[in-house]
T-cell receptor
Framework: LAKTTQPISMDSYEGQEVNITCSHN???????ITWYQQFPSQGPRFIIQ???TKVTNEVASLFIPADRKSSTLSLPRVSLSDTAVYYC???????????????FGSGTQLTVLP | GAVVSQHPSWVICKSGTSVKIECRSL??????MFWYRQFPKQSLMLMAT?????????EQGVEKDKFLINHASLTLSTLTVTSAHPEDSSFYIC????????????FGPGTRLTVL
């Protein structure tokens, strides 16, 4: 899997939009970009996945530029409960029928302040 | 998504004892499950890939004789930490692969192991 680079930490206030950028310069043509969220003492939770341009679901948006060497996870109007570590992963997307290993980077600790 | 449970959620044991951690898929038959370890303030590190009906595949640096993995059915994988020592104290998390995307794994709630 391609190596990813994220900021170690970010602070925000309730109600603000938060954008976390991940760099993945060595992304391969068939790699997808996936983001996970992890609360303390819990397993990670899948947030969103995309290949190019923009993907939006009920909790977040994912912006991917044309060169795909970076991606930005956007969390609209964060609340205190969004305080967590966010991981960006790059690798195979469409299911091949067998699960693949995931390589987690250092992640970004997001702290939402009141 | 798939529902994954782990048991126990936390365990405290004496040095030298063995501890078994169970990972169950409650609504999905998983031929492959993964075991991760996470130390405080650090990221998840893959320990091994658990394959139903065959031997697990261990990552470099992970002792297979110390961390015994058994994936006896499509819904259950177990990790046994043998002769545990304080340095084995960690957060152990299992996961199973998604059906739609290779990168979509469903993680268990984790097991906090403390070895005294």
């Amino acid at each position: 899997l391609a190596k990813t680079t994220q900021p170690i930490s970010m602070d925000s206030y309730e109600g603000q939009e938060v954008n976390i950028t991940c760099s993945h310069n060595n992304i391969a043509t068939n790699d997808y970009i996936t983001w996970y969220q992890q609360f303390p003492s819990q397993g990670p939770r899948f947030i969103i996945q995309g290949y190019k341009t923009k993907v939006t679901n009920e909790v977040a948006s994912l912006f991917i530029p044309a060169d795909r060497k970076s991606s930005t996870l956007s969390l609209p109007r964060v609340s205190l409960s969004d305080t967590a570590v966010y991981y960006c992963l790059v690798g195979g997307g469409v299911s091949s029928g067998s699960a693949r290993q995931l390589t987690f980077g250092s992640g970004t600790q997001l702290t939402v302040l009141p | 998504g798939a529902v994954v449970s782990q048991h126990p959620s936390w365990v405290i044991c004496k040095s030298g004892t063995s501890v078994k951690i169970e990972c169950r898929s409650l609504d999905f038959q998983a031929t492959t499950m993964f075991w991760y370890r996470q130390f405080p303030k650090q990221s998840l590190m893959l320990m091994a890939t658990s394959n139903e009906g065959s031997k697990a595949t261990y990552e470099q640096g992970v002792e297979k004789d110390k961390f015994l993995i058994n994936h006896a059915s499509l819904t259950l994988s177990t990790l046994t930490v043998t002769s545990a020592h304080p340095e084995d104290s960690s957060f152990y998390i299992c996961s199973l692969g998604g059906r739609r995307r290779d990168n979509e794994q469903f993680f268990g709630p984790g097991t906090r192991l403390t070895v005294l």
